[in-house]
């Protein structure tokens, strides 16, 4: 299905402190979609920039587009689990419009 989809990260909350020495994240998010016959998902990945060593992932998750596509919209808190599927208590909330 064709369209157009608006993501807004609202918020974020609980992210796991990825630096070592001032304790601040510099947390930002990438976004990437797979949509293909059977996969139609967009992948969120939250980063921690660090000056000395690059990036830190802080965690990652997939949603699932088709009730997105289905009603319009999507509103709601997002886990972040680590590496593994490891457990966090760190969210974003993500919110998404579609229009056809």
Known sequence: MAGQLLITIVEARALDDKDTFDGLNDAYVQFFSRIEHDQNHIHIKVYD???TAGR???GSAKIDLEPVQASGYFDDWVKLPKLFGLGSNSQIHVHMHFQS
Do not use: F
Request: hydrophobic share 35%.
């Open 49 to 51: 920039e660090d000056d």
């Open 56 to 58: 830190d992932a802080i």
